[in-house]
């Protein structure tokens, strides 16, 4: 009877202190549970937020870049939409030809020296436009008949003394620009064409003159529609292989890219690659996409045209940011805001092309460009 009632207790305090050890684990492994749940949460808590970059100058692996007139630096609300999202500029008119070469020996340093004291003292990079433009012979120099020998003198003169004179503050130049018909023909227009045999081999000479006096700056062919007129791309390829063959030095090539909400991108991205294919570095030079493709004069900048606008944007910034990092130049709006663009006087008084409307506002367009850089 008492060794029965001794094995009943001894049975029971078994039970319970097997129970009692169940919870004791079971209270374990809740207490490694918080304490490895807390540490984790310690752990995320020591982590830097990730920051969204707003700003696509930052954004950007390679120069933002934004072309000016001197006569606008004036106006506080331009200077800061410039400076806080641009990193270079080039100038829409006052490096051309025709604004420095007042006649023969005679410089006019006004405007272009505002513009490079204005880059050097906000910290950006100067892209030269352009030493060699038949559109910008100044009228004196039209005129002056001379013989081809004398004509190639000046010019050399010309671009030694600019190019010497911003050797240290401009990085890059566009040495000629325009050269080519959309069928790849040499423009019968320019001036160049008249006086010699050969005029490739004239502008060849003009990219070693330039060479010549700041072996450091990067030298490119501009022209418009290069990505989107195949004719016109392969004459380009021809000159840039022609000039790699007799050593005359060329390092990039600029595309305007004055394109509109309906330009075909298919068209846009094989011909960014195509010129991608020379292994030089290419720049989307003139930057602007016209809404009012109809050039009506009752046209409404709606909200689906500010998205179509957005959706360009992006397309053509993904289609630079698909070509080799290393190729990449920069990319350059042709202005500002809608309030001073070109277009309002060559295409329609509506029209809204650029990344910044009449009061300094971001727009759609904006966003689409930041969300297509990488």
């Keep these: ?62 120069n933002i870049g934004a072309a000016i007139k001197t006569k606008y630096l004036d106006e506080p609300a331009y200077v800061s939409a410039l400076t806080q999202n641009f990193s ?42 352009v030493l060699v433009w038949y559109n910008a012979f100044p009228d004196w120099f039209n005129t002056a008949a001379y013989d081809s020998a004398t004509f190639e003198n000046k010019v050399k003169d010309y671009i030694n003394t600019v190019v010497t004179r911003y050797k240290d503050d401009v990085i890059s130049w566009d040495v000629t620009n325009e050269i080519f018909n959309d069928d790849g023909s040499l423009r019968s227009d320019n001036y160049v064409y ?35 007129v195949s004719a016109k791309r392969y004459a380009i390829k021809q000159m840039v292989q022609r000039f790699q063959n007799e050593g005359y030095p060329i390092d990039g090539i600029g595309d305007q890219f004055h394109y509109m909400l309906t330009t075909n991108e298919t068209s846009l991205e094989t011909g960014i690659k195509d010129m991608a294919s020379t292994g030089l570095l290419i720049h989307i030079s003139e930057l602007d996409i016209r809404v009012n493709t109809d050039k009506s004069n009752s046209y409404l900048f709606n909200t689906s045209q500010k998205e179509a606008q957005s959706d360009k944007y992006e397309a053509i910034v993904k289609m630079f940011e698909s070509i080799p990092q290393n190729q990449k130049f920069a990319i350059t709006t042709w202005g500002v805001t809608d309030k001073y663009t070109w277009l309002t006087s060559y295409w329609n008084t509506l029209e809204y092309p650029l990344l910044f409307d009449s009061n300094y506002n971001q727009k759609e367009a904006y966003t689409g460009f930041l969300n297509g850089l990488n």
């Design 88 to 129: 270079q500029i080039t100038a829409e008119y006052e490096m051309k030809m025709d604004n420095i070469w007042s006649s023969d020996g005679t410089y006019n340093w006004t405007q272009s020296d505002e513009l490079v004291d204005f880059a050097k003292t906000n910290s950006m990079d100067v892209h030269g436009h």
């Design 1 to 62: 009877m008492i060794l029965g009632s001794f094995d009943g207790h001894l049975k029971v305090n078994f039970i319970n202190m097997k129970k009692f050890n169940n919870w004791i684990g079971y209270a374990l492994i809740c207490i490694l549970s918080i304490t490895l749940f807390s540490c984790q949460n310690d752990d995320d808590d020591d982590k830097e937020p990730v920051e969204e970059i707003l700003i696509i100058k930052d954004k950007a692996k390679f």
């Design 194 to 228: 008249a006086k010699y045999k050969d005029p490739i081999a004239f502008y060849g000479r003009c990219y070693q003159y330039a060479r010549n006096a700041d072996a450091d700056a990067k030298l490119f062919y501009n022209d418009y529609s290069v990505a989107l």
